[in-house]
């Protein structure tokens, strides 16, 4: 089955640029999409379809996906990023959806 | 306002059974794909099974084809997951979640707020 992989960890200091990564086989031939979850809270959708973003999320957010690797970037990071980040697709030859093991932003 | 809202959880012995509810309001349910997404406490986020919006199609996560049955009852607004010969692995907040196509294979959309099943003896 597709996998994908996220780094467990990101740090990053308030204002700054957080990049988060997600690997996985071609991964430029299907779409991504990214959901944060905050603690004790259900997942919110960010960013979908590679770079497009749900009404009501911060332009702040924003994604790409090329060669074997998607990435979302948060730029001008605030105390109130500080979540869970998780990268997923539609693996058609799965006919299944797939979860990258998720990257916990620390906004230092 | 779309509302999501998961019952049926709690504690459960190994190799017993559980069913799983969700009840949808604030939009057409019958035309959408619905889904079933868990997270073991402290873990990762998996998609556990989906559902056209007629019931004519489902997938399943590989280690839950043929123990869970995901079904649907769109008079009821209601999302339904049967879980048999559960596992301690199965321990996890269950999630309910719309997708935004009529098929299981569009995106995520709406999140319910998830029940925890616990599966211990």
């Known amino acids: 089955s597709y996998v994908l992989s996220q780094p467990p960890s990101v740090s990053v200091a308030p204002g700054k640029t957080a990049t988060i990564t997600c690997g996985g086989n071609?991964?430029?031939?299907?779409?991504v999409h990214w959901c944060q979850q905050k603690p004790g809270q259900a997942p919110v959708m960010v960013v979908y379809a590679d770079s497009d973003r749900p009404s009501g999320i911060p332009e702040r957010f924003s994604g790409s996906n090329s060669g074997n690797t998607a990435t979302l970037t948060i730029t001008r990071v605030e105390a109130g990023d500080e979540a869970d980040y998780y990268c997923?697709?539609?693996?058609?030859?799965?006919?299944?959806?797939?979860f990258g093991g998720g990257t916990k932003l620390t906004v230092l | 306002e779309v509302q999501l809202v998961e019952s049926g959880g709690g504690l459960v012995q190994p190799g017993g059974s559980l069913r799983l509810s969700c009840a949808a309001s604030g939009f057409k349910f019958d035309d959408y794909g619905m889904h079933w997404v868990r997270q073991a406490p402290g873990k990762g986020l998996e998609w556990v099974s989906g559902?056209?919006?007629?019931?004519?199609?489902?997938g399943y996560e590989a280690s839950v084809r043929g123990r869970f049955t995901i079904s649907r009852d769109n008079a009821k607004n209601s999302l339904y997951l049967q879980m048999n010969s559960l596992r301690a692995e199965d321990t996890a907040f269950y999630y309910c979640v719309k997708d935004i196509r009529g098929s299981y294979y569009g995106r995520f959309d709406y999140w319910g707020q998830g029940i925890l099943v616990t599966v211990s003896s």
């Open positions: 071609n991964i430029q031939t299907k779409s």
């Open positions: 559902i056209n919006w007629n019931s004519g199609g489902f």
């Open positions: 997923h697709l539609w693996d058609n030859s799965g006919d299944q959806w797939v």
